[in-house]
């Protein structure tokens, strides 16, 4: 896949309720769980994975503007 190629983000029903539970061995904020919990859902993995690495591969975002 090119980096310059747009995905289209994957949506969710605005009704959804997302599972998640907290890591019991420390300290994790309900944040925290529920992004861990939504990167569990293959298509949001594929859409960050990707976001990440076209942030980090665009030589556009070092030039000063």
Do not use: H
């Not at 747009?6 to 998640?20: A, G, H, R, T, V």
């Not at 769980?33 to 960050?48: C, G, H, K, N, S």
């Amino acid at each position: 896949m090119k980096l310059r190629e747009i995905l289209k983000s994957p949506e969710s029903p605005l009704d959804k309720k997302w599972k998640f539970k907290k890591r019991t061995d420390g300290y994790e904020s309900d944040d925290t769980a529920l992004v861990r919990a939504m990167l569990e859902d293959e298509a949001i993995l594929e859409d960050q994975r990707w976001a990440w690495e076209r942030w980090r591969n665009d030589a556009s975002a070092l030039k000063n503007k």
